[in-house]
């Protein structure tokens, strides 16, 4: 989905709520990215203990009784915001319909 050409990524971080009779709302979080543009960009730790790809550990945490395998896959991942004009919330947006 896409408004005016931006990407719309849903989440379920942001709550989608109804007060009394009013129509359906939620908060949407805008992002400018990229270092060209002076807006947020991604950080990876490299070098982290069971590396198996760029800030992605893998850990063999066991076999069970039925024979099934365990692992604990952690993703280390941050965010850096360039310019305080990179992220903005627009507050109360009503979202009862769309167009695809």
Do not use: C
Not at 31 to 55: F, T
Not at 85 to 91: G, I, P, S, T, Y
């Amino acid at each position: 989905m896409t408004w005016r050409g931006v990407p719309i990524v849903p989440s379920d971080k942001m709550l989608v709520e109804r007060k009394g009779r009013s129509l359906p709302s939620t908060n949407i979080l805008l992002m400018r990215v990229g270092e060209k543009k002076q807006g947020v960009v991604g950080l990876h730790q490299a070098g982290i203990p069971g590396e198996l790809s760029p800030s992605l550990s893998v850990r063999f945490m066991g076999i069970n009784a039925k024979a099934i395998a365990s692992y604990l896959m952690t993703l280390y991942f941050s965010a850096a915001v360039l310019t305080d004009d990179a992220l903005a919330v627009l507050e109360g947006v009503e979202v009862n319909h769309y167009h695809d």
